[in-house]
Nanobody, 120 residues
Framework: QVQLVESGGGLVQPGGSLRLSCAASRMIFRIYAMGWYRQAPGKQRELVAVISSGSSTNYADSVKGRFTISRDNAKNTVYLQMNSLKPEDTAVYYC??????????????WGQGTQVTVSS
């Protein structure tokens, strides 16, 4: 069973920075993509950033220029560097990994979530 362990969340002031990390519990050989989602109180979960196995990236418009997603394939780890944080970035952030299944489809694995709070 694949488990995703998240770390790096916390309380920061507006304009501050955090780096989130998400590491798989074991080596995964057929990762299709890894990404970060977030869910703020009263809102639906939204995609923040995703990085493919080919290292192409996509970002939500609200975080472009401030957040950077990266990955370490050897460690099956994905990072989210968050700079210039705003109060509206406050949410629970979830790590996601899509893995190519033996059937050719994709399996999704989710982290438990880590709280990011941006407040004075």
């Amino acid at each position: 069973q694949v488990q995703l362990v998240e770390s790096g969340g916390g309380l920061v002031q507006p304009g501050g920075s955090l780096r989130l990390s998400c590491a798989a519990s074991r080596m995964i050989f057929r990762i299709y993509a890894m990404g970060w989602y977030r869910q703020a109180p009263g809102k639906q979960r939204e995609l923040v950033a995703v990085i493919s196995s080919g290292s192409s990236t996509n970002y939500a418009d609200s975080v472009k220029g401030r957040f950077t997603i990266s990955r370490d394939n050897a460690k099956n780890t994905v990072y989210l560097q968050m700079n210039s944080l705003k109060p509206e970035d406050t949410a629970v952030y979830y790590c996601n990994t899509q893995v190519v299944a033996p059937t050719g489809g994709k399996d999704d694995f989710w982290g438990q979530g880590t709280q990011v709070t941006v407040s004075s």
